[in-house]
């Protein structure tokens, strides 16, 4: 659930990524294949398509509309979003300078169109940056990530890391220690019982606790972040200890 | 027996307040409460005098908002409606002062008047009279007018309790005119709404589709702080109730719940951003924020002083379980007032001298007892237990005479919003909701 709640901006960036990757050669090859099929094919008429943005210039955090317009179109996608209605408009944030390519393909043949956005990112501190950064790295699936790392669970109104809960905590760093791409949150959570401002600072508590144990085995601080839920999101709601006792944890996550 | 007369303060002369505070310490108990060791003033509510047609339904909200708010302010023996005279006098020359004030009804003031509406406009004559007094009974004398519609009819008539309340109730200003802000659970989201002091008129303030906690609104009903979940965690957010939209507070590092107003206008909160939970205070735009406690363990759920402003009381885990403790507003002169248990979510009294928080005093796996309400007196840490076996009680919050506590029984989408006297008396359910948080006036 928190993973499909990723804000826009991250996703995009990754897509960005991808797009710089592999599109730029893949529109040009369709573009090759589709020039010369053309005239031969003489049954369609040829789509048209154009794409605007306003505006084309954004400071980071800011947001632009797209607004597309195609014809005689059967398929029609803007790379990063996926498929999209033959004409419309949508509202993006993208996080870094992206180009929005617009491809109409219809029995005619297949037609683009791209439009540039410039981001203007406000000059990043110069520092560790670059190791980090989702867009150089790797963070693999999540399913490896929870295989690897598993959740950290707490005594009774305790913050404090018990002997399994260290040993959680110590696989946890040698994970991060073996993958320097992956970030990680480490959520707090806390069970029904008590007051709900007090368990949003005991589930701090909690998982700051593992951070710093993460901390202490070498791992980055800017690597690990830590978001307390209280009793707000909770993963069992059934008044039974073992259902406490589930919800008493600290659960790691990649943030992406 | 629980004695209660720190009300006396208000209702009588200074000289009757040196008695007070000469028994309070004479005697093994707490006070608190509401007009406890004099006798309630015994007032009737008449009904108001209409004529039929549009005035009808509206003085029929008027009348039982009038006497629900006589009722509820814990001042008054008011008259049962079986055990007053039928008549509805419409001024001073219809009222007939000897039925009022002798026989059953036996009232020492009776409130009476009319209650007109035409074209859309209502207007209401409301008069209180001493019914001993034949030569100048008048003791009130107010007109009131409003659109008509049941909304006016019902703050017309919380206007005029409060008068009666303030005239005969020692001069203390009534909360008819108040309201309370609280959490709203439904639909996987929980926003902050507002009601009438009575319950009626709920609505929601926020619609952020999210997860909002603990509204705090400011001394001057401007604004209300909360707690607002976002992918980076919780932040202090503020909504501007002049401009009926988000304004900016100052985004803070880590986890920040729990804000709490200063009478002056400054804003306590629970900040992680040193990687620890610890009080910060900063100003009404989050600007200026430093820190006020510094210990290891969760340090939460600060509540200000209304009264001087110079000094906070909080909840710290710093021994283990939660614990309630005060200190002066720069972190200085810490004091523990609770002995054990779990004490948590503290509200200082208007007048400074009473804390009400929510405690379980046999915490633990298995531990018979509950989470109850309890007022404890600042200067002699003694306690009252104000609630019992209502289910688990928390968020404590006092009216702004001090005569009042509401609190959330359960929570989240079952949670509800109580009231009750400072003395533990005249409890009833106000609405569905959850930390509630009652305004400054």
Redesign the interface.
Known sequence: MKRS???YRRSGAAVLALMLAGSLAGCKHKKAAAAPMAPAIDSGVTPTATISADPVAIDQGQSVVLNWRTTNATAVSIEGIGAVNPSGTQTVTPSASTNFHLVAKGDGGTMDASVRVTVRVPVAPSGDTGASSNLNGDMGTDAAFHAAVQDVYFG??S?DLDGKAQSASAAAASFLSAHSAVRVTIGGYCDER?????N??????RA?AV??ALVAAGVAPGRV?????GK?KQFCTEAT?ACYAENRRAQFNLDR | MLVMRIFKWWRWSAVLAVTAVGSVRAQDTVFTGTNKGADRVRIAAAGFHAEVGEAAPLKQTFDSVLESDLKNAGVFDVVAKSMQPQAEPAGPKQVDLAAWGGGATAAAYVAFGSFTAQGGKAAVNAYVFDTHNAQYPQVIGKQYTDVADDAAARMMAHRFADEIILRLGGGVAGIAETKIYYVHAGGGV?EIWAMDYDGANPHAVTRLGG?A??PRVSPDNSRVAF?S?D????QIKMYSLLLGRMVSFAPQA??N??PAWSPGGQLAW?S?KS???EIYVADASGNGAHRVTNYK?????PSWNPKTGSQMAW?S?RT???QMYTMDADGANVQRMTDGG?A??VSWSPNGQFLAF?WNRKY??GAPGG?DIYVMDVASKKWIQLTNGLGQC??PTWSPDGRHVAFAVG?GARGQVWTMLADGTGKHKLAGG??PNWSFK
């Open positions: 709640s990723l804000s009774y109104d913050y008590g007051s709900a401002e007090y949003l600072a005991l589930g701090e508590n700051n951070k710093e972040r830590v978001v307390s839920y707000e200890a | 929980k997860i906690l603990s707690a979940l992918k980076y965690g919780f880590g986890t719940i729990a629970s992680s990687g620890d939970p363990g969760p340090d939460v759920s909840i885990g283990g379980l939660p779990y948590t979510s929510a633990g796996p989470q928390d968020f929570s959850d930390m």
